[in-house]
């Protein structure tokens, strides 16, 4: 079955500290890979994105991530986080076998960043 | 432009009462998706529209969960004979369509509370 796993349910650091989210899929066919955050009592926003060309991607606000695909991994790193960075982190795959572009999402991690 | 907008944001019912949640998605999208999460969870997909018609509906848990997008805009979901482990909060998405135009975009959810 296709699946998604987000290997750390809670990471606690402080600010200006480095980070890395790990998320890991379960497919052997093409993906289209994604990071989604949410802040408390709010909707999802996208904040990255996979879809073709180079590998590591960048959002505007300093986050990255890899798709490895031998690794089936998309890990979400930022090099130093601020307050302002503390919410709910979900990473979320589509899988071409699909056709639908349905999102299967992980469990979620929880990015609590300290003074 | 305006982005995915959802109403109710809460909804408080009884125990076997019926419920309606509207989504309305970005203009121009043709692809609507609906997903529900249930606390501490992610995102878990029920339902896809390309079009007016639902292409996939494999994630709708029983019989008593129906939606329509009547004109290809507007979608609603419908909830019969609400149970409690309904209550989660549900989430609508909106997209271009297939291939690269797959990226969904995210409403603020509405919250539905069965007593």
């Known amino acids: 079955a296709q699946s998604v796993t987000q290997l750390d349910s809670q990471v606690p650091v402080f600010e200006e500290a480095p980070v890395e989210l790990r998320c890991n899929y379960s497919?052997?066919?093409?993906?289209?890979l994604f990071w989604y955050v949410q802040y408390p009592n709010q909707g999802l926003q996208l904040l990255l994105k996979?879809?073709?060309?180079?590998?590591l991607v960048e959002s505007i606000n300093g986050f990255e991530a890899e798709f490895n695909k031998s690794q089936t991994s998309f890990h979400l790193r930022k090099p130093s986080v601020h307050i302002s960075d503390t919410a709910e982190y979900f990473c979320?795959?589509?899988?071409?076998?699909?056709?639908?572009?349905?999102?299967?999402f992980g469990q979620g991690t929880t990015l609590q960043v300290k003074p | 432009g305006a982005g995915v907008s959802q109403t109710p944001s809460n909804k408080v019912t009884e125990k076997g009462k019926y419920v309606e949640l509207r989504c309305d998605p970005i203009?121009?999208?043709?692809?609507l998706y609906w997903y529900r999460q249930s606390l501490g969870q992610g995102p878990e997909f029920l339902i896809y529209f390309q079009g007016t018609g639902a292409a996939d509906d494999s994630g709708l848990p029983n019989d008593r969960f129906f939606a329509v997008r009547p004109e290809g805009s507007v979608s609603t979901l419908k909830i019969q004979r609400t149970e409690r482990g309904d209550s989660a909060v549900y989430l609508c998405?909106?997209?271009?369509?297939?291939?690269?135009?797959?990226?969904?975009?995210f409403g603020p959810g509405t919250r539905l509370l069965v007593l």
């Open positions: 979320a795959v589509s899988f071409f076998s699909s056709n639908t572009g349905k999102l299967i």
């Open positions: 203009s121009g999208h043709t692809a």
């Open positions: 996979y879809l073709s060309g180079s590998t």
């Open positions: 497919s052997s066919v093409s993906v289209y």
């Open positions: 998405a909106s997209s271009l369509g297939g291939g690269e135009r797959v990226t969904q975009y």
